[in-house]
């Protein structure tokens, strides 16, 4: 398995607090990823790094932001929680070189509830 | 944009049978991968097998193969032999080429496969 951890692994927050997840990996990956998964829509990616500083929008990006200012850590910031934020949120990671460049592997997830 | 869709919200077959899971894509893209992930009870994401679409073999991982067609923009997974531990949900998943990695996934909704003892 591929040596992703996340943090907190369940957290209950209310409307309106800030919130952080952190993903951790030991792998000296360059490229990581988050992702929500929502019942009924699979996996959609809020947020993309491709090195130290460099990040980009995925598809549902709207109320996330993000810092990676390490290879080894990439955090998802929720700035002000809201109920449409209840959801499983992934980290991901995939190589830089080699056949399994395009592959991603995947953190166990954090299951956050916004009350 | 790229879509990928599984019309199998749910399949339910017996131990030791044989099963195939549908999917299909629409992309104007030559070069991609699909990728089959398992996610069981646990929630963990678990990569199945791959397919570069440069390649016309068809991926196999033990139990595991697909049915790749190109033309057809179909990525279908077939498991051989199944097994209790293969209950989970099934996510298709889309990538394109990107040279470097630096794209995201797109994902099915997935297929619920019951294993029945």
């Known amino acids: 398995d591929a040596g992703i951890t996340q943090s907190p692994r369940h957290k209950v927050t209310e409307t309106g607090t800030p919130v952080t997840l952190r993903c951790h990996q030991t792998?000296?990956?360059?490229?990581m990823y988050w992702y929500r998964q929502d019942p009924g829509h699979g996996l959609r990616l809020i947020h993309y790094?491709?090195?130290?500083?460099?990040?980009d929008k995925g598809e549902v990006s709207d109320g996330y932001s993000v810092s990676r200012s390490k290879t080894e850590d990439f955090l998802l910031t929720l700035e002000s929680a809201t109920s449409s934020q209840t959801s499983v949120y992934f980290c991901?990671?995939?190589?830089?070189?080699?056949?399994?460049?395009?592959?991603?592997?995947f953190g166990p997830g954090t299951r956050l509830t916004v009350l | 944009a790229q879509t990928v869709t599984q019309s199998q919200p749910e399949m339910s077959v017996q131990e030791a049978e044989t099963v195939t899971l549908s999917c299909t894509y629409d992309?104007?893209?030559?070069?991609?991968?699909l990728f089959w992930y398992k996610q069981p009870p646990s929630r963990q994401m678990i990569l199945v097998i791959r397919q570069e679409a440069y390649k016309q073999q068809n991926a196999t991982e033990n139990r595991f193969s697909v049915n790749f067609q190109k033309a057809a923009k179909s990525f279908s997974l077939k498991i051989s032999d199944s097994q209790l531990g293969d209950t989970a949900m099934y996510f298709c998943a889309f990538k394109m080429y990107s040279g470097g990695g630096a794209d995201g996934l797109t994902f099915g909704k997935g297929t619920h496969l019951i294993i029945q003892p």
């Open positions: 992309t104007s893209e030559n070069n991609y991968y």
């Open positions: 790094s491709y090195g130290v500083k460099d990040t």
């Open positions: 991901a990671i995939s190589g830089s070189g080699g056949t399994n460049t395009d592959t991603q592997y």
């Open positions: 792998e000296n990956h360059r490229y």
